[in-house]
């Protein structure tokens, strides 16, 4: 027995160093609450706490406005949130809150006006410091030169739109969303009026967008009636992904930066095969580590789950998830990526599906905060 344990001792002792440098060497997960800012169809925003652990939310407060803050962006690393002012009768605006890192609340520390109408939606570009809002009801996108502690800075550029399209309501150009290229050098702007993806040139020194040579348009167009909505770009930039909401698609093209140009790859429908209600795409995403892309499917309530072919950035259909209400507007994962929200526009509701982190499956898990007209998330930390 004495010399069967001289014999194991050196092994446990090297299985137990072993265990010991990699449980250092893995860091550590922040299971810290998370706070999700909701925004709405009304003069409000809902502030919810997340738990990480457990996936519980949480409502905190409701926060009264002077603004329609349809949709909010949270700085990437700075304790700002925006909002955007979606009026369909004025100007559109962006308002800059700073948040209270210990109990979440917003303080508003300024706006600028985006010269445009509805201002339906933004993104921002950490590099060059600029906000880009999409003014749904002008046709337009502005670019904003925000300041270096986060607030709001000058308005850059507004570029107008047109076109339009056999739907009723593409009487007109629509931009719905705005997003900068890998590159830093374009601008995508989907607009769901024009049925056109339309391409811009960006300078970072000016922070303004201009349009590309004016006889060899860089615009894709899209089929007719599809309503192009939002559009993002995979993790390794050489493949963009777009959800249409009128037709119900996800396409998925190829990004070439060095001609700014968009080029098909595929198209599949988001609707499945035996849909009753009407079609309706709402918002996409890409998964952190880029194997999967989720859709919301708004006509039927769900959350559809793709993997990504990484060779050809081709996807295909694995999952459709219920998304736990109605009318899921859109959705976010959190900062550990194990739950995505969902905000159903329809039950007023926010809802947490757990993700697999190894399959990208969702699974419903029965929470959810109350939050009326809840149309877009924000996450902070």
């Not at 709402?282 to 859709?295: I, K, N």
Request: no cysteine.
């Amino acid at each position: 027995m004495m010399q069967f344990l001289r014999s194991t001792l050196p092994i446990f002792a090297l299985l137990l160093a072993a265990a010991m440098y990699a449980s250092a060497a893995m860091p550590a997960q922040d299971t810290s609450p998370e706070f999700v800012y909701v925004g709405t169809q009304a003069n409000r925003i809902e502030e919810l706490r997340l738990d990480p652990a457990s996936g519980e939310l949480t409502h905190i407060a409701t926060i009264s406005l002077d603004i329609r803050p349809t949709w909010l962006l949270k700085h990437p690393r700075l304790p700002v949130l925006y909002a955007v002012d979606d009026e369909s009768n004025k100007l559109g605006s962006v308002t800059a809150f700073s948040i209270s890192e210990e109990t979440g609340q917003l303080s508003r520390v300024g706006a600028v006006a985006t010269h445009g109408v509805g201002s339906t939606h933004l993104t921002f570009d950490a590099h060059s410091n600029t906000l880009f809002a999409a003014n749904y009801n002008s046709g337009s996108v502005s670019s904003i030169a925000n300041q270096d502690d986060g607030n709001v800075g000058a308005l850059a550029s507004t570029i107008n739109e047109r076109g339009s399209g056999p739907n009723r309501r593409q009487m007109s150009a629509h931009a719905h969303s705005a997003v900068v290229d890998p590159s830093g050098g374009y601008v995508l702007v989907p607009d769901l009026g024009a049925d056109r993806v339309f391409v811009y040139r960006f300078n970072h020194a000016t922070r303004a967008l201009t349009a590309l040579d004016a006889y060899h348009s860089h615009d894709f167009v899209m089929p007719f009636g599809s309503g192009p909505r939002h559009i993002i770009f995979g993790a390794d930039g050489r493949f963009a992904y777009l959800i249409t909401e009128l037709s119900a698609d996800v396409i998925v093209f190829r990004w070439d930066a060095s001609q700014g140009r968009l080029a098909l790859v595929q198209s599949l429908p988001v609707s499945s095969a035996v849909a009753e209600s009407g079609k309706s795409g709402a918002e996409l995403a890409v998964s952190r580590d880029g194997r999967f892309v989720y859709v919301a499917n708004r006509g039927e309530n769900e959350i559809v789950v793709y993997s990504v072919d990484q060779a050809s950035g081709r996807l295909s259909e694995m999952q459709r998830a219920n998304s736990g209400g109605i009318k899921p507007w859109s959705f976010g994962i959190d900062s550990s990526g194990r739950w995505l929200l969902v905000a159903n526009q329809g039950s007023g509701t926010v809802s947490v599906l757990a993700i697999d982190p190894a399959t990208g499956a969702l699974k419903n898990t029965s929470v959810s905060a109350k939050a009326s007209t809840a149309v877009s998330l924000a996450f902070s930390r």
